[in-house]
């Protein structure tokens, strides 16, 4: 019997050392992936803000729009393709959409170095709404795969041209 009791005793005490580290991980994970509302809500106003922005500062880096030239008037908004307030680990992509008026030689050139051909009616679609209030009244889209594939680019880009009004439409999105 003596020798049953110093061993109930140690059984005891790992049990509770054990319930003591399982409720401790249990809390840890808790407070690391449990849900804050007020940061998360804040985090969600600051990318529907930042969503919502109409920027006008020039596309970086340029070679993802090659060969546009000295643009004088460029605007473009990012939006997420995912939650970016989420507390899972992960990439966050993300879209852009914007609109580019050029100068007439470098939209000249454009269309000629990269084979632009009429864009099929109804392109481009799904255009932002904040942004086509840039885009020109009564366009000939031009559309060049040659364009959209051009390297250098890190996303994947699609682009369509009016030679006529000096405007370039581009979409690109994280890969």
Known sequence: MKTRKPLLAVVTGAAAVLLLALVGCAWAGFRLVGDDQAQTRTCQDSVTAAEAKVRTDRWDPPGELPDLGDYPEIHWQVRTQADPCSRVPGPTDWAYQGVVTLRPQDARALAERYDFVPAKPGDPVDVWPALV??????????????????APSSRWRTAFLDVEHRTLVFMLNDH
């Open 133 to 150: 209030p840039f885009l020109p009244s009564g366009p000939r889209w031009l559309h060049s795969r040659s364009y959209d594939e051009a």
